[in-house]
């Protein structure tokens, strides 16, 4: 790994939909719905509000080599980097989990949203990384997508990514 000579900082840059997803029911299964007319904010505006005013804020501050300040917060981390994933080390659990994608020149922090309106009962969620169809779907209690009839049934998903540089 290389040495860190001086303390590196990197603060927000952009934000990009990566997949943005949206299934409904019908007789034969699940079937994808266009997303023309609808966008992730209309589903999950409260996440994605607090996750852009909270990263606009933020900077990332590489100590050195094994520790990260996050500021203006002032939360300080152990950190490792392991094959392009900067791991941080949670007091909590005594456990290294997944914070950020990249490397120390260019951060990108995942955002995974799920959305499941099921038997008139609706949940959400949100990931520190991507969402996938079957996370999605196993999330809703689904273990297939033929499982899915109920035309008023819905089931989506978004991933967005956050750049730090």
Known sequence: MKKIDIPLILSFRYSQV????IYAGSRKGAVACGTNGVKPSDLWKEEIEEKENLYKEMGLLFIDDTRLKIIPHGYFYKYRLKEETI??????????????????????????????????????????NDETCWGAFNYAGLSTLSLLKNKKERIAWCNIHYTFQ
């Open 18 to 21: 990566q997949e943005f997803v």
């Open 87 to 128: 791991e941080v080390l949670t007091s909590e659990y005594d456990e290294w989990i997944p914070f950020a994608y990249g490397n120390r020149n260019k951060l990108t922090i995942k955002l995974g949203l799920t959305g499941v309106d099921i038997r008139g009962r609706e949940k959400r969620r949100s990931l520190n």
